[in-house]
């Protein structure tokens, strides 16, 4: 099957192609940003984490593109073009297949390399970078050292990323515990 031999796939199954769309080799950054832009999506989940932790919540970010499950193998196409990175996965009951990018550095290049092309997506783009700087400035020689004003601020701006994408369910509230004064503020999105 094309799955496993993606280089040597003349054609995918079930979809009508243009040869360039086959090959990853031949697959432009400029199609990957308007596939990202039309069938894609840069968003992120707000986890809710037990009371020990120092942040009540952690914030993950996520690049993904989705597609029918009959076209799953313009995914691997996808992920191949973009150096094998992430994980391509069904979700059964939409008959969906999708590429999910959830590592950060990966997040970071595929959507540097697709900033100059993005339209529609540009402001979570943008946003999504400015997250993982935040991350990264917070990282020392331990898991997160992230500062309780930074940890805010990556709030905010998850906020703001999931307000820009359509039934992300940003609406949802959420509570911020300060650490230092123990208030408690209510944040809805």
Not at 14 to 28: D, G, I, L, Q, R
Not at 154 to 177: H, P, Q, T, V, W
């Amino acid at each position: 099957m094309c799955i496993t031999q993606i280089e040597e796939c003349s054609i995918i199954p079930y979809m009508k192609t243009t040869p360039w769309e086959v090959n990853a080799k031949n697959v432009s950054d400029q199609y990957i940003a308007g596939f990202l832009d039309g069938d894609g999506s840069i968003g992120v989940h707000i986890e809710k984490l037990s009371d020990r932790r120092r942040f009540p919540y952690r914030v993950k970010l996520k690049v993904n593109f989705s597609q029918h499950v009959r076209h799953k193998n313009m995914l691997y196409v996808l992920q191949k073009a973009l150096g094998d990175i992430g994980s391509v996965r069904d979700i059964r009951t939409h008959n969906l297949s999708e590429l999910v990018i959830q590592k950060r550095s990966d997040i970071k290049i595929t959507i540097e390399r697709l900033l100059p092309h993005l339209i529609l997506k540009q402001r979570q783009a943008r946003i999504a970078l400015a997250m993982i700087d935040v991350f990264n400035q917070g990282i020392v020689n331990v898991r997160s050292s992230l500062s309780d004003k930074d940890f805010e601020k990556l709030f905010a701006m998850a906020k703001d990323l999931r307000n820009l994408n359509a039934g992300a369910g940003g609406k949802k509230s959420y509570e911020i515990i300060n650490p230092v004064t123990t208030q408690i503020s209510t944040e809805v999105g």
